[in-house]
């Protein structure tokens, strides 16, 4: 080897992926490369343009940019860029540019595909990179910005997916693949469940290759033998973003789309790629390859940093509210991944579960933690292997939550409480006291269990919890009228002359706490009028569409709840915002005590007006509930 590739080899130890294969592997590598010196100002690769190359920066800065010149990302020495048109097939999305003089080490198409094909750690490094130029909000592109964040997956899914069945032979598949000019099958077997069939797995021309050729297995074998079973589904409702955090996250390439009953469709890498061509919201950040909790952090912090711009395009609340919540659901599974690194598998099957705000899908910028850790009914806290191994991985993602600006929960509603970790069984007997004696904390935890979603593990665990408890809270009258009491306890800051109730003195004089009385109370009502139908939802505004649909709210009186809880959601995220842009990253938390003088004579007039509505939708429980005699 010569100097020069023994110099490569010594870099490329040092930069991954290629820092995680052997000694003896890397030293295949360096004559696939080749060299390239650019000046400063050189645009490497133009947007909309075809790039064959992926490029390793040796020395140097590139600055990634979008079509329209908004800067994206800043790559250094060891970063790589122009893989995502290699894996993609599509012409760059980006104009990359020297920003001083570089020297890159350049891996052709042909290269690149062995290298994918040779190595999986090469294969997972630049498949999750590629995908993490998911919709985190890192940067706006543009003012498109509010429709691809409201877009679905059932807009771009692929309508009719071709199937095969699994006792089809690889060579009938592949011929299938080739006529149909596909990447993918799904598989489908005649079954109970649906009458299209039931889907038992995916197969892809990757699992073709590694499978089925460099196994050296015959062409008759049985697709059943070579296919990934069982694959994960997503909803047609899923946002785009959301499906990318997803594939990003768990390596995906495909994704069946199922709404229930049939499968509807599939997704593919390429389609988001294709989505995000005209009006993408980029994120920078690369979660998939965050070990330090500094970095993670800053991912969290670069989204929330974004609200403003957002919130200034005209993206209403409830879009800002889900992508802040997508990017915190992002960051919880990468921390209890990186939990379980360290750990090891877990000892029983378990499930990662979030609360409050965070559970529906409502975050803003002054939530705290609210989780919970639903441990299959093997668990045994009697055993310290299992005890101990639960208490570490909690405290982990507690802890680390944290320091990613996710507060403590002030009532130590957590998975790092003992109290907050149980088998399925046992959250079960908790609920049910809780719902059957309702008052006091019972009442309160009560409540907040209404609100929970997996995010990590076996999120089926808190699928099977909801259903044991949910009909039993829909039944339980008293448990109603205590929830109604709740949601009326604190009124509005709403004088009887519509003038607005101030705080007179301390710390937040001359402000009104926008959530006690305002928000907090539509999320109050909306939970109550879910619970008493035995609704599955679980946002506040879907709540209410549904609470109507099922009679436990009027249609009028769920649509004025709908809008005064948008109005008030977006002054909160504005007000909240401007404390984050006013302090800066070591400042004062934001909270959510408004000064009226604050906003427009115009916001202050629909502040009063959602404030009425409240204030006249919670007098209207005391006609229907007992609040007033319940002690």
Same mark, same amino acid.
């Given at each position: 080897?010569?100097?020069?590739?023994?110099?490569?080899?010594?870099?490329?130890?040092?930069?991954?992926?290629?820092?995680?294969?052997?000694?003896?592997?890397?030293?295949?590598?360096?004559?696939?490369?080749?060299?390239?010196?650019?000046?400063?100002?050189?645009?490497?690769?133009?947007?909309?343009?075809?790039?064959?190359?992926?490029?390793? &920066? %040796?020395?140097?800065?590139?600055? *990634?940019?979008?079509? @329209?010149?908004?800067?994206?990302? /800043?790559?250094? !020495? #060891?970063?790589?860029?122009?893989?995502?048109?290699?894996?993609?097939?599509?012409?760059?999305?980006?104009?990359?540019?020297?920003?001083?003089?570089?020297?890159?080490?350049?891996?052709?198409?042909?290269?690149?595909?062995?290298?994918?094909?040779?190595?999986?750690?090469?294969?997972?490094?630049?498949?999750?990179?590629?995908?993490? &130029? %998911?919709?985190?909000?890192?940067? *706006?592109?543009?003012? @498109?910005?509010?429709?691809?964040? /409201?877009?679905? !997956? #059932?807009?771009?899914?692929?309508?009719?997916?071709?199937?095969?069945?699994?006792?089809?032979?690889?060579?009938?598949?592949?011929?299938?693949?080739?006529?149909?000019?596909?990447?993918?099958?799904?598989?489908?077997?005649?079954?109970?469940?649906?009458?299209?069939?039931?889907?038992?797995?995916?197969?892809?021309?990757?699992?073709?290759? %590694?499978?089925?050729?460099?196994?050296?297995?015959?062409?008759?074998?049985?697709?059943?033998?070579?296919?990934?079973?069982?694959?994960?589904?997503?909803?047609?409702?899923?946002?785009?973003?959301?499906?990318?955090?997803?594939?990003?996250?768990?390596?995906?390439?495909?994704?069946?789309?199922?709404?229930?009953?049939?499968?509807?469709?599939?997704?593919?890498?390429?389609?988001?790629?294709?989505?995000?061509?005209?009006?993408?919201?980029?994120?920078?950040?690369?979660?998939?390859?965050?070990?330090?909790?500094?970095?993670?952090?800053?991912?969290?912090?670069?989204?929330?940093?974004?609200?403003?711009?957002?919130?200034?395009?005209?993206?209403?609340?409830?879009?800002?509210?889900?992508?802040?919540?997508?990017?915190?659901?992002?960051?919880?599974?990468?921390?209890?991944?990186?939990?379980?690194?360290?750990?090891?598998?877990?000892?029983?099957?378990?499930?990662?579960?979030?609360?409050?705000?965070?559970?529906?899908?409502?975050?803003?910028?002054?939530?705290?933690?609210?989780?919970?850790?639903?441990?299959?009914?093997?668990?045994?806290?009697?055993?310290?292997?299992?005890?101990?191994?639960?208490?570490?991985?909690?405290?982990?993602?507690?802890?680390?939550?944290?320091?990613?600006?996710?507060?403590?929960?002030?009532?130590?509603?957590?998975?790092?409480?003992?109290?907050?970790?149980?088998?399925?069984?046992?959250?079960?007997?908790?609920?049910?006291?809780?719902?059957?004696?309702?008052?006091?904390?019972?009442?309160?935890?009560?409540?907040?269990?209404?609100?929970?979603?997996?995010?990590?593990?076996?999120?089926?665990?808190?699928?099977?919890?909801?259903?044991?408890?949910?009909?039993?809270?829909?039944?339980?009258?008293?448990?109603?009228?205590?929830?109604?009491?709740?949601?009326?306890?604190?009124?509005?800051?709403?004088?009887?002359?519509?003038?607005?109730?101030?705080?007179?003195?301390?710390?937040?004089?001359?402000?009104?706490?926008?959530?006690?009385?305002?928000?907090?109370?539509?999320?109050?009502?909306?939970?109550?009028?879910?619970?008493?139908?035995?609704?599955?939802?679980?946002?506040?505004?879907?709540?209410?569409?549904?609470?109507?649909?099922?009679?436990?709210?009027?249609?009028?009186?769920?649509?004025?709840?709908?809008?005064?809880?948008?109005?008030?959601?977006?002054?909160?995220?504005?007000?909240?915002?401007?404390?984050?842009?006013?302090?800066?990253?070591?400042?004062?938390?934001?909270?959510?005590?408004?000064?009226?003088?604050?906003?427009?004579?115009?916001?202050?007039?629909?502040?009063?007006?959602?404030?009425?509505?409240?204030?006249?939708?919670?007098?209207?429980?005391?006609?229907?509930?007992?609040?007033?005699?319940?002690?």
């Amino acid at each position: 080897m010569t100097v020069e590739l023994d110099e490569i080899a010594a870099f490329l130890a040092q930069t991954r992926p290629f820092s995680e294969l052997s000694a003896a592997e890397r030293a295949t590598i360096p004559p696939m490369f080749t060299m390239r010196y650019a000046r400063r100002g050189t645009e490497i690769v133009h947007a909309g343009a075809d790039n064959k190359n992926c490029f390793i &920066i %040796r020395s140097g800065l590139v600055d *990634l940019f979008d079509p @329209a010149g908004n800067l994206l990302d /800043r790559r250094d !020495v #060891g970063d790589h860029f122009g893989y995502s048109t290699l894996l993609s097939g599509e012409p760059s999305l980006y104009t990359m540019t020297a920003v001083e003089d570089s020297l890159f080490l350049v891996i052709s198409e042909e290269a690149f595909a062995h290298l994918n094909d040779a190595f999986p750690q090469v294969r997972r490094y630049y498949g999750g990179e590629n995908a993490r &130029i %998911r919709a985190v909000a890192s940067k *706006l592109r543009s003012t @498109a910005a509010s429709e691809a964040l /409201r877009t679905r !997956v #059932g807009e771009l899914a692929v309508a009719a997916p071709i199937t095969c069945t699994s006792g089809a032979t690889v060579r009938e598949a592949a011929q299938i693949m080739t006529e149909k000019n596909i990447s993918s099958l799904l598989v489908v077997d005649p079954g109970e469940t649906s009458s299209t069939g039931d889907l038992v797995g995916i197969l892809t021309d990757r699992d073709l290759r %590694r499978r089925v050729l460099a196994q050296g297995l015959g062409t008759e074998t049985l697709v059943r033998e070579v296919m990934t079973p069982n694959p994960h589904t997503i909803s047609p409702d899923m946002l785009v973003f959301e499906a990318m955090l997803l594939m990003a996250e768990r390596g995906f390439h495909h994704l069946p789309v199922h709404d229930g009953t049939r499968v509807t469709g599939m997704i593919v890498i390429g389609d988001l790629l294709r989505s995000l061509h005209t009006d993408p919201v980029y994120a920078t950040a690369t979660l998939a390859r965050k070990s330090d909790i500094g970095e993670i952090a800053e991912v969290a912090d670069n989204a929330r940093r974004m609200v403003g711009r957002y919130l200034e395009r005209g993206v209403s609340a409830e879009e800002v509210s889900k992508l802040l919540t997508a990017v915190a659901d992002a960051v919880v599974r990468r921390l209890v991944t990186l939990a379980e690194e360290r750990l090891g598998p877990p000892p029983v099957p378990y499930a990662f579960a979030v609360l409050g705000s965070h559970g529906r899908g409502e975050m803003g910028l002054a939530s705290d933690q609210d989780n919970a850790l639903i441990l299959s009914n093997d668990y045994d806290p009697a055993n310290p292997a299992h005890s101990r191994y639960f208490a570490s991985l909690a405290d982990d993602v507690c802890g680390n939550l944290a320091k990613a600006g996710y507060p403590l929960c002030p009532g130590d509603m957590m998975a790092s409480n003992p109290a907050w970790r149980m088998s399925v069984n046992q959250w079960a007997e908790k609920f049910h006291g809780w719902i059957t004696a309702p008052d006091g904390d019972a009442l309160l935890h009560a409540q907040t269990f209404f609100d929970i979603r997996g995010v990590a593990g076996e999120s089926q665990l808190v699928d099977d919890l909801r259903a044991s408890y949910v009909p039993i809270a829909q039944n339980s009258t008293r448990l109603h009228a205590h929830l109604a009491k709740l949601a009326a306890w604190r009124e509005p800051p709403l004088g009887f002359f519509r003038g607005l109730v101030l705080e007179k003195g301390g710390d937040h004089a001359e402000t009104l706490d926008i959530k006690k009385g305002g928000t907090a109370a539509v999320v109050q009502m909306a939970r109550l009028f879910a619970v008493a139908a035995g609704l599955p939802q679980l946002s506040t505004r879907d709540r209410l569409s549904a609470g109507a649909g099922a009679g436990t709210v009027s249609r009028q009186g769920a649509q004025d709840l709908a809008d005064a809880f948008d109005f008030l959601c977006s002054v909160q995220l504005a007000h909240q915002e401007r404390q984050v842009e006013v302090a800066g990253p070591d400042g004062t938390e934001p909270d959510n005590h408004v000064a009226p003088k604050s906003l427009s004579r115009l916001e202050q007039e629909h502040l009063r007006d959602a404030f009425g509505v409240i204030r006249k939708m919670q007098q209207s429980l005391g006609a229907k509930y007992p609040i007033r005699s319940m002690s």
